[in-house]
């Protein structure tokens, strides 16, 4: 069972180029979020997914634009890449926004924008 | 405003004896939940154990167990016989129903070395 999977690994941009973080989840679960963790922090919510074609923003999300055409991918989108922007990225989901639910996170993208 | 304070930036501890990592939470919501989840140095974030804001008793996981103290707003994390492999990276985590985010608030994290 794959679970959560992220790709790219590692990405190095230059500063004003645009890339997509690519998420999938097998799990057929409903939710899912897109985090970023800068060094020595705890991870911030971009944006999230509660189905297919429902988007909306967490606490960071300028910079960055999603979609969700599919229960099982949540691409997230860098338009413009600035340094600030460096950061290391997870993707998680989970079935359900209960208190107790779980999330599941993908093994992260670490992104070096130069 | 809700918020989690990790307030141990480093903790060392001997390689088989418990440690405790610290975790204060603040919220007005009478329903949440409380995560822990490691993280080694490979990246990965691992699940490690969830208190509801309505369970009586402590959560436990194996080694691992949830120390929660509701009137305190504490949700401290206990590891018995430590391990060199419990060498990471410790966050405390809380997640609110109010807008049906589902979203996960975390604190800044405790970095712990085992050693041996």
């Known amino acids: 069972n794959a679970g959560v999977t992220q790709t790219p690994k590692f990405r190095i941009l230059k500063i004003g180029q645009s890339m997509t973080l690519q998420c999938t989840q097998d799990m057929n679960h409903n939710y899912m979020y897109w985090y970023r963790q800068d060094p020595g922090m705890g991870l911030k919510l971009i944006y999230y997914?509660?189905?297919?074609?429902?988007?909306d923003k967490g606490e960071v999300p300028n910079g960055y634009n999603v979609s969700r055409s599919t229960t099982e991918d949540f691409p997230l989108r860098l338009e413009l890449a600035a340094p600030s922007q460096t950061s290391v990225y997870f993707c998680?989901?989970?079935?359900?926004?209960?208190?107790?639910?779980?999330?599941?996170f993908g093994p992260g993208t670490r992104l070096l924008v130069l | 405003a809700q918020k989690i304070t990790q307030t141990q930036p480093g903790m060392f501890v001997q390689e088989k004896e418990a440690v405790t990592l610290d975790c204060t939470y603040d919220?007005?919501?009478?329903?949440?939940?409380l995560f822990w989840y490691k993280q080694p140095s490979s990246g990965e974030m691992i699940f490690l154990i969830y208190?509801?804001?309505?369970?009586?008793q402590n959560a436990t996981e194996g080694r691992y167990s949830l120390n929660f103290q509701k009137a305190r707003k504490s949700a401290n994390l206990v590891i018995s016989a430590s391990q060199l492999g419990d060498s990471a990276m410790y966050f405390c985590a809380m997640r609110v129903y109010s807008g049906n985010t589902g979203k996960l608030i975390f604190g800044q994290g405790t970095t712990l070395q085992v050693k041996p």
């Open positions: 919220t007005s919501d009478q329903s949440y939940g």
């Open positions: 208190q509801g804001s309505y369970d009586e």
């Open positions: 998680a989901s989970s079935q359900r926004a209960g208190t107790g639910e779980t999330q599941y």
């Open positions: 997914s509660v189905g297919a074609g429902i988007t």
